[in-house]
């Protein structure tokens, strides 16, 4: 079983930035390919990142590519989104989620999940 609890979501203008952070329960963190999806207001949930078990393989939507960094830290159990160059249409509920197989695109891939955290662009 594992756990996550996202953090760092807000309201921010647009053009600015936020890092999300999401921490992870167990001693087996390191085990997981972690992703980043989200979900806007009356939108299906859409994938935004993946990392792989060691931090060495990153992969984006194209939307956020160029502006947004996934990112991990094994030692602290925590997956990270340094997001860039907000945009108002990046308004959304972010989660964290965690496959025990490999990086994914797809939501029923991943085995858990956080309870999300929202983060607000204004224009």
């Known amino acids: 079983q594992v756990q996550l609890v996202e953090s760092g979501g807000g309201l921010v203008q647009a053009g600015g930035s936020l890092r999300l952070s999401c921490a992870a329960s167990?001693?087996?963190?390191?085990?997981?390919?972690m992703g980043w999806f989200r979900q806007a207001p009356g939108k299906e949930r859409e994938f935004v990142a993946t990392?792989?078990?060691?931090?060495?393989?990153?992969y984006y939507a194209d939307s956020v590519k160029g502006r947004f960094t996934i990112s991990r830290d094994n030692a602290k159990n925590t997956v990270y989104l340094q997001m860039n160059s907000l945009k108002p249409e990046d308004t959304a509920v972010y989660y964290c989620?965690?496959?025990?197989?490999?990086?994914?695109?797809?939501?029923?891939?991943?085995?858990?999940w956080g309870q999300g955290t929202q983060v607000t662009v204004s224009s």
């Open positions: 167990g001693r087996t963190f390191n085990r997981y390919f």
């Open positions: 989620a965690a496959n025990g197989n490999y990086g994914s695109l797809v939501q029923r891939e991943y085995d858990y």
């Open positions: 990392i792989s078990r060691s931090g060495g393989s990153t």
